[in-house]
């Protein structure tokens, strides 16, 4: 199997990346003294705060988790690790149903024997907590107990204490399989409670997501794979170092305003820029939101970097003239919709500089690379570095072009649970990285924090997400299957230097799952420098 992947793309294993995870929680609607207990299990929402961004980095931090802390399954789930396993009176029946997206129906069928220990349970602790006139606490007869505190009130709080002392007992039977935080109880509580009223026993439904399982697609096809690297011929070294020094020079120019002539290449100008459609019927003319611009800077020594042509077109406009042009965007123009299009477009240009350079010898040398002292040792220098950034993006292109093809070569049945989970991981660090980057008021950041923009980005990045779970799992499994191991030493040393970093910035942090980050990190690492060494790979140029 072959593949050819852009340079450009996805996933870096060896970044130690902080995401969001959110948490479940079991609320309640009736407090009774036995337990506080509900079916209704909720996600929690996006709750930042608002006043501050450490409170806000500290908020989403606190709750970062990785894949394979849900992966590697509790011994049930979270839902129910709180609770001990209380012996039953009675077994109670539990039916296992496969359903799609790697979930479990569990069916509970709680004997009479079961229910009525929990009533006598439910009375006794009434009993030592009601305070009725005439009567010590613990000697209160069950007729007047029933009448004080209320039937239904008994009865509510005996069905929740069936639920609590039979869920861990249902939940033993996918014991290792069960992912945390995906326990729902199905049944409605009203059904629960018409059920225990009518027949003393009860019966409910439980769905639970259980680890996914990792089937290949060729068995042994990752030993053996034929990779195909595209690396831009930017980031050569050589062409990479002479355009750095050209940037550098650049930049120890002045710009001076051009008066006697037209635009030239060399030269800056400052551009008013609009499109509109071409087409014989004037009623269908359009404009081309994508080409429009007020002033552009456009430095004509990168031509390269906007439309093909567009510098043939305006070269020796002068400044305050305009210039109307037909233009034909070509078919591999990176918008889609606007291939093949034919449009017009009309250029003012505002201003004409042209660059006062100073001439590129040794006297500058210090100024291009502090500490050098002539032309030769700048060129060294900037090489040495741009030969470390081909090498680090030449790595980078061959992880992601490994982990793409990974992504192809396995079929997993993927829980809801995790893909939300994970989903809500990305949109939280891209929340940070936003808020890293631009002052967000209140209401910006409740607009993007609300359930409409989590789920929103959950749909438009659904392949995407679901790509990287099934990288993420590959991965895993290729370090179980392979015996791949890294140094305690290695974790000791990365845990160290991760909780540095917290410390550093003066942010909270769970060295639990720090250190569980800092293990997936390694396992990837580890396998991706296996499948390097068992790969076929080449590098092409484009």
Not at 183 to 191: L, P, Q
């Amino acid at each position: 199997m072959e593949v050819c992947v852009n340079s450009t793309k996805l996933l870096n294993l060896n970044q130690n990346t902080r995401l969001f995870v959110p948490r479940n929680s079991i609320s309640h609607s009736f407090k009774n003294p036995i337990l506080q207990f509900n079916n209704n299990i909720q996600k929690r929402p996006l709750n930042y705060p608002l006043n501050q961004r450490s409170c806000f980095s500290r908020q989403i931090r606190s709750l970062q988790r990785p894949i394979s802390s849900r992966i590697k399954a509790s011994p049930a789930s979270s839902a129910t690790s709180g609770a001990e396993t209380d012996k039953l009176p009675a077994d109670i029946m539990v039916t296992e149903t496969q359903e799609p997206n790697s979930r479990v129906r569990l069916s509970v069928e709680v004997p009479a024997a079961v229910g009525e220990d929990c009533y006598k349970r439910v009375l006794k602790e009434f009993m030592k907590q009601a305070k009725i006139p005439g009567f010590r606490p613990g000697k209160i007869p069950e007729s007047v107990l029933l009448n004080y505190v209320g039937e239904e009130s008994v009865q509510k709080a005996t069905v929740e204490s069936i639920l609590k002392r039979t869920l861990p007992h249902a939940m033993s039977t996918v014991t290792g399989r069960a992912l945390r935080d995906s326990v729902r109880i199905i049944t409605k509580f009203s059904d629960m409670e018409k059920s225990y009223s009518s027949l003393s026993s009860l019966s409910y439904d439980v769905i639970v997501d259980v680890a996914p399982e990792v089937k290949w697609i060729s068995e042994n096809g990752y030993k053996s794979m034929k990779i195909v690297v595209e690396i831009d011929h930017d980031i050569e070294a050589e062409k990479a170092c002479e355009q750095e020094i050209k940037r550098r020079h650049k930049s120890l120019g002045t710009l001076k305003i051009v008066t006697d002539r037209g635009l030239q290449v060399g030269d800056l100008a400052v551009l008013d820029i609009s499109a509109t459609t071409i087409d014989q019927d004037e009623s269908n003319v359009q404009k081309v939101p994508a080409a429009e611009s007020k002033g552009f800077q456009f430095d004509t020594e990168d031509d390269d970097k906007v439309l093909p042509g567009f510098l043939d077109s305006i070269i020796g406009i002068r400044q305050g003239e305009t210039k109307s042009f037909p233009y034909v965007f070509p078919e591999t123009w990176q918008q889609e919709n606007l291939r093949g299009v034919e449009a017009q477009f009309t250029v003012e240009c505002k201003e004409l500089f042209y660059r006062d350079l100073p001439e590129l010898n040794d006297s500058i040398a210090d100024k291009l690379f502090p500490g050098c002292t002539d032309l030769n040792q700048v060129k060294e220098s900037l090489l040495q570095k741009c030969q470390e950034m081909e090498q680090a993006a030449k790595d980078q292109a061959t992880d992601n072009a490994i982990l793409d093809q990974l992504c192809k070569m396995v079929e997993i049945d993927i829980p809801q649970s995790l893909f939300e989970e994970q989903g809500r991981q990305l949109y939280g660090a891209r929340l940070l990285e936003i808020q890293a980057n631009v002052k967000l008021n209140e209401q910006q950041l409740a607009t993007l924090s609300s359930p409409k923009a989590v789920n929103e980005f959950l749909e438009n990045q659904r392949e995407n997400i679901i790509n990287l779970i099934k990288q993420n799992l590959a991965v895993g499994d290729i370090f179980k299957r392979e015996n791949l191991q890294f140094s305690t030493e290695e974790l000791v040393k990365e845990v160290q230097n991760s909780v540095a970093e917290f410390k550093r910035h003066k942010q909270e942090y769970d060295e639990e799952r720090v250190r569980e980050q800092v293990q997936d990190v390694l396992e990837g690492a580890k396998v991706l420098e296996w499948l390097k060494e068992h790969a076929d790979i080449q590098y092409v140029t484009r």
